[in-house]
């Protein structure tokens, strides 16, 4: 049974999260350093350009990679600490093995991978292959994605494979399929400077993708109007021309009487609609009662802001939408994501300079790590695990029988579920922290308390690694060569800065040595991230996200490549539907019909507030890294609850007071931070942090129909005060996200 095998105080004690912080003088060698290493920031879909200091086989600091063009040498918070990870005292130096009643004590690798393939082997004789499971992650490169999937299919031959970009971009990815047959944002960023107006729906942009605002305020420079959606006043939102601040979980209803207002006064392309899409008509039946003042009464915003983000929008000549997961992470996350792809195929503003559409990837590797193949439903290329051709090419890349490639399995919170059934009785994880990460994280833990054995691959113990019986030490970013896809569809590439300390091994020769344990190694015969990223080239050939014509000296030469690249003379393509071909089967773009539903749970008597979550500047994800980097931590050392000032009056709630926050699922609590820069009937929680501090305890379960994505972002809560402080933040704003 993986249930902690002490108490989870002990196990931080020894293995953290502790902070890391650098000598105020430096690390030694940082002037003198043995090379300086270009690659790119560990964290989210921007994929910044930096420069490594190495000494001693150490990375010692940074220094910005001016020449790299989508950054400039700019960095956030998050990428200008990401080097003290490196030299972290909770790097685990070796594999550990629980032991009940002493926790985690080190092991050999051959003990550690013997138990491992024993534990996989038993459990898959004994209750059928799909019995044992794989959740990956997308802060791997595309080497170590493919492989994943690989793994799973070829050596473990489990369908039951997933990964956390199920809580990231699969909405986004769904929406992007069904309008345009392919899964990429439609411009590179510079597109952005020459845009007459922007519209960001759902993206915090100033804190979670900081580097992103220098396109937006040269736009901005050059007399771009901007328009924000979102619940709360963030730092972009201030600067914004018009901020629609959407009551969580109403978003199509906003989009679709934008939508419709484009349609009463004309503001449409309809030489690009009559020639190069389909489904206009049935979108506008869809929302064709769906006035200005019906739309304020379900949003919440005034008339006269959605008439005001309706006429800019509908009379630019040039415009840019981005959305991320504001409106991606809901029970109806595809259909807010076709709401907007809508208003962009209405206005024809697609497939030419300065006028683009894109999602903003969340995760460092969110784009190629949803393209080739850990996803339960996909193979290599942005494939699909049930199309027969699909698996048959796959299958002659893999060399095996097409008959023996398993089918579609289990999402990630399906797993869970399925975990819970008893369907599934082991797992293997890599870059997935789920304890914290997914929503109603106690039916998380009772899941991880049901396995029969669980082995994690990581570098740190994170709370859900803290569940394992085996971990086995991995890589960091920087260990391994590899490419990873930004945003913009651009594959870079990550250079190897620094070898594994201790007797960590490399993320890639763990999983191999797995396969070829399983007796699968005559199929991972390779001896370089190269070699696989060279197999990833042909599996991709022919799909929508052809890599092929991409190479590491390609790559190397033109600092990136814009995917599709379907040959090695082809240049890639860093803007898409420049010939009005779409990816879909008739060639066109797709308008989605889209009619407003609710969200999964609403307020009313006993739960009166709308709870949303999200990110703050200093934190990523699940905080298995940024949680353990000290200036960080002290920029936002815990979350805390967002109330605006009126409900803080209704409740009686103090500033810094602490405050119980109860939905259906349990309750928490959080000290208050009384800001006017929310809605007045929703409340905000960051969700970087685990235990009694989740925001995750609160959060629902309910999943997207078509993406599977779960709801994060509304439910319905009350709050309880609790009538105590925390020293500190009483009277101050410090820790304050906005």
Known sequence: MAKLPVPAEQIIQNFGPHLNYAPKEGFYGKDEPDKVVKTHCCFCGMQCGIKLLVKDNRVVGFDPWMEFPFNEGRLCPKGVQRYLQNNHPDRLLHPVKRVEGKGFEPAGWEEAMSTTISEIQRIQQTYGKDAFSVLSGVSLTNEKSYLMGKLARVALQTKNLDYNGRLCMVSAGAGNKKAFGLDRASNTYADLKHAEVILIAGANVSETFPT???????????????IIVDPRVTPIARTADVHLDVRPGTDSALYGAMLNYLVQHDLLDHDFINQYTSGFADSMEAVKDYSLEWASAVTGISVEKIRQAAELWGRAKTSFLLHARGIEHHTKGVENVSACINLVLATGRIGRPYCGYGTITGQGNGQGGREHGHKCDQLPGNRDITNPEHRKYIAGVWGIEESVLPGKGYTAYELIEAIHRGEVKGLLSICFNPLVSLPNNQFVREALEKLEFYVAIDFFLSETARHADIVLAGSLHEEEDGTVTTAEGRVTRIREAVTPPGEARKDTDIILEIARRLGAGDKFNFSSSEDIFNELRVASKGGTADYYGITYEKIEQHMGVFWPCPALDHPGTPRL??????????????????????????????????????????????????????????????????????????????????????????????????????????????????????????????????????????????????????????????????
């Open 212 to 226: 992103l605002t220098h396109w937006i305020w040269q736009a901005r420079d050059n007399g771009a109007k901007l």
């Open 577 to 738: 539907w420049e010939d009005r071909k779409f990816a879909t089967p008739d060639g066109k773009a797709h308008f989605v019909p889209v009619s407003y539903r609710e969200p999964a749970e609403v307020t009313d008597q006993d739960y009166p507030v709308v709870l949303t979550t999200g990110r703050v500047v200093s934190q990523y994800l699940s905080g298995t890294q940024t949680r353990r980097i000290g200036k960080l931590v002290d920029q936002y050392p815990e979350p805390l609850l967002e109330v605006h000032p009126e409900m803080a009056v209704r409740y009686g709630i103090a500033q810094g007071e602490l405050v119980r926050v109860i939905t259906r699922r349990g309750a928490a609590d959080f000290h208050a931070n009384i800001v006017e820069t929310i809605r007045k009937d929703t409340v905000f929680i960051p969700y970087h942090w685990p235990g009694k501090k989740s925001a995750n305890q609160l959060t629902i379960g309910t999943l997207d129909p078509v993406s599977k994505i779960p709801e994060f972002k509304v439910c319905a809560c009350r709050l309880e005060p609790q009538g105590r402080q925390s020293i500190g933040v009483a009277d101050s704003n410090a820790y304050a996200s906005d």
